[in-house]
């Protein structure tokens, strides 16, 4: 789901250009185990039949099934083998569905928010679950802090902005400026489809800061 190769650069929205990243104290946000704010993680299981889902936790918990372009909640079950009737994909059992809530979420590496910082990307709130499957195979996770919804370091430990990158460009906006202008050179990486995608990206986000700049340089001359 996380694919970059059928993203189309010129499709990317701009609405995340100038986010900068904010210090987080994750033990402070989570702190209230009543307040509002949370977190939302996707992980792959493969179940006894040897069939792949990718599964959310909310908070730690199990919360959703996600098949591809919707968001499936426990109690919708019947919606969802509707879905998979119409793709002509085998039926799953009520019984198998509520199993795959039964897993438990650290046992498949589901951590949560573990480096202190914010990247603000709002449009997460639309859909947070989904929106979380689609980063299933970055290090980050989905954050709501008071409304304000972002991603999270999953890790640490090395500079993890190809991951943010990505991360941007998984829910269809481009990078900020602030990760396109220091994407860090790897020996490992800028060597693929993917990676060329990601290079794009970036260069895009500073051709059109490049491009605002301008403009408002000319603003101002104007005075």
Same mark, same amino acid.
């Given at each position: 789901?996380?694919?970059?190769?059928?993203?189309?650069?010129?499709?990317?929205?701009?609405?995340?250009? #100038?986010n900068?990243? @904010?210090?987080?104290?994750?033990?402070?946000?989570f702190a209230?185990?009543?307040?509002?704010? &949370?977190?939302? +993680?996707?992980?792959?299981?493969?179940?006894?039949?040897?069939?792949?889902? &990718?599964?959310?936790?909310?908070?730690?918990i199990?919360?959703?099934?996600?098949?591809?372009?919707?968001?499936?909640?426990?109690?919708?079950?019947?919606? #969802?083998?509707?879905?998979?009737?119409?793709?002509?994909?085998?039926?799953?059992?009520?019984?198998?569905?509520?199993?795959?809530?039964?897993?438990?979420?650290? +046992?498949?590496?589901?951590?949560?928010p573990?480096?202190?910082? #914010?990247?603000?990307c709002?449009?997460?709130?639309?859909?947070?679950?989904?929106?979380a499957?689609?980063?299933?195979?970055?290090? @980050?996770?989905?954050?709501?802090?008071?409304?304000?919804?972002?991603?999270?370091?999953?890790?640490?430990g090395?500079?993890?902005?190809?991951?943010?990158?990505?991360?941007?460009?998984?829910v269809?906006?481009?990078?900020? #400026?602030q990760f396109?202008?220091?994407?860090?050179?790897?020996?490992?990486?800028?060597?693929?489809?993917?990676?060329?995608?990601?290079?794009?990206?970036c260069?895009?986000?500073? +051709?059109?800061?490049?491009?605002?700049?301008?403009? +408002?340089?000319?603003?101002?001359?104007?005075?």
């Amino acid at each position: 789901m996380t694919n970059l190769l059928g993203i189309d650069v010129a499709d990317l929205q701009a609405g995340s250009l #100038f986010n900068v990243t @904010v210090r987080a104290d994750w033990d402070r946000v989570f702190a209230d185990i009543d307040g509002d704010n &949370t977190w939302w +993680e996707a992980f792959t299981h493969t179940d006894d039949n040897g069939d792949q889902w &990718t599964l959310v936790a909310s908070g730690g918990i199990v919360a959703a099934v996600v098949l591809l372009d919707a968001t499936y909640m426990r109690h919708e079950y019947g919606a #969802f083998s509707a879905a998979l009737e119409t793709r002509g994909e085998p039926a799953v059992t009520e019984s198998d569905f509520e199993d795959l809530f039964d897993i438990e979420p650290h +046992e498949v590496g589901v951590i949560g928010p573990q480096f202190g910082e #914010f990247y603000e990307c709002q449009i997460l709130d639309r859909n947070p679950e989904l929106f979380a499957a689609k980063v299933v195979d970055l290090n @980050v996770c989905i954050v709501d802090i008071d409304g304000k919804y972002g991603f999270a370091l999953t890790g640490a430990g090395e500079d993890l902005s190809w991951d943010i990158v990505a991360a941007y460009m998984a829910v269809g906006q481009l990078p900020p #400026f602030q990760f396109a202008r220091s994407l860090p050179r790897r020996a490992d990486r800028g060597h693929t489809t993917r990676d060329s995608a990601i290079i794009a990206a970036c260069i895009r986000t500073c +051709e059109m800061v490049a491009d605002a700049a301008r403009s +408002e340089a000319e603003r101002l001359r104007s005075w």
